[in-house]
């Protein structure tokens, strides 16, 4: 039997672009189609658009975890279970990778005489970050790898699931929207994203779709999902391919870094009131400067729901990307940090 993508017993998490609702569009890492069901098999239906690297996707079925690699181009079916006998059943079905890819859903089917069954009350917490590959989870089942250079892969390794920002997420009892992409800097021009281009997150944040491989961007509707926290882990990337705030933290252009930095958090700050923003970055090597600048920004503008978070590890913890027992360490000190702060933090 065909469930319609539409149907209001599925539940849909992250920055997706519903416009269609026969046809949701994923686009960022840890956006997830949760959904439960009494029956014996279940099926997806989707259809990709690569622009790099091998695609895979990821659900957890009944409290296992499970990946399936995805065709280059086209439709893939995936059967995420098949038993022998009726029972219930639940499925969080997400993408794990950031916009090298992204993928429609164009079905749901279950075994005949299935049924859906309603969801659990969503989460009454809700956090939003806005970062780069290490938040995105990029290379994290590496874990052969702890403190070291990243080995080769062609996309394997990288699950959301496993990115700091989703366990933290998972320990707080909040719900995540990830808008995340591996090489992404502040500005434009910087970074790593799909050269000549090279968007930055002053592009990227308002955006649904954005990557210039997949298509004209199209913008967020921000009514959709009102954070309680808003985590900022973006900078470190801006160092390529000129590391100037560490060569020249007091020049033109470390100024204009931070200029459009406050710009932003300004920005931000008009979409979300009274949400916490929390500045940062990550364990990942990287400039201590970049940090400075970002404590100096944090200063300057004297929101008191608005403060500079540093890892215990912070931009030396590794040369390479955070795998799974790293991210857990983050997210244990990120989660404690926002247990201990001395204001309202859920509060609608």
């Keep these: 039997m065909r469930i319609s993508p539409g149907d209001i017993r599925l539940r849909y998490t992250g920055r997706i672009d519903r416009r269609n609702p026969e046809r949701p569009e994923f686009i960022f890492p840890a956006s997830s189609l949760g959904f439960r069901f ?3 098999r279940a099926e997806i239906v989707l259809e990709n658009r690569r622009v790099y690297w091998d695609n895979y996707v990821g659900a957890i079925v009944d409290g296992e975890q499970k990946k399936w690699k995805l065709e280059a ?18 499925v969080l079905f997400f993408k794990r990778q950031d916009s090298c890819h992204e993928f429609v859903i164009k079905g749901l089917e279950l075994s005949e005489g299935s049924r859906l069954l309603e969801q659990p009350k969503r989460p009454g917490r809700r956090i939003e970050i806005y970062g780069d590959s290490v938040s995105a ?6 874990v ?3 403190g070291q250079p990243d080995p080769e892969h062609n996309g394997e390794y990288s699950n959301s699931w496993y990115s700091y920002g989703w366990i933290a997420a998972r320990r707080l009892g ?3 929207h990830s808008i995340s992409q591996g090489g992404i800097p502040l500005l434009n021009g910087n970074g790593w994203v799909e050269p000549p281009v090279y968007p930055g997150m002053e592009f990227m944040w308002d955006k649904m779709h954005y990557h210039p491989m997949l298509g004209e961007p199209s913008a967020w509707d921000f009514s959709c999902y009102i954070p309680h926290v808003v985590i900022v882990a973006v900078g470190q990337n801006d160092s390529h391919p000129d590391d100037y705030m560490k060569t020249d933290p007091e020049g033109v ?3 204009y870094w931070k200029y459009r930095y406050r710009c932003w958090l300004q920005e931000l700050r008009g979409r979300y009131p009274g949400a916490v923003i929390l500045l940062t970055t990550t364990i990942m090597e ?5 940090d400075e600048a970002i404590e100096a920004v944090c200063r300057e503008l004297k929101d008191n729901r608005i403060r500079h978070f540093l890892y215990r590890k912070n931009g030396c913890g590794t040369p390479g990307h955070i795998r799974i027992p790293e991210a857990e360490q983050m997210a244990g000190e990120l989660t404690d940090y926002i247990n201990r ?8």
Excluded: F, N
């Design 38 to 40: 009494w029956g014996k």
């Design 174 to 176: 909040a719900e995540l």
């Design 286 to 290: 990287h400039s201590r400067e970049w």
């Design 144 to 146: 052969a790898y702890v």
């Design 73 to 90: 181009r086209g439709e893939t079916r995936l059967v995420i279970l098949e038993e022998d006998e009726e029972r219930e059943h639940e």
């Design 341 to 348: 702060l001395d204001i309202p933090v859920w509060e609608d």
């Design 137 to 142: 989870g990029e290379v994290s089942e590496a």
């Design 253 to 255: 252009r470390a100024a």
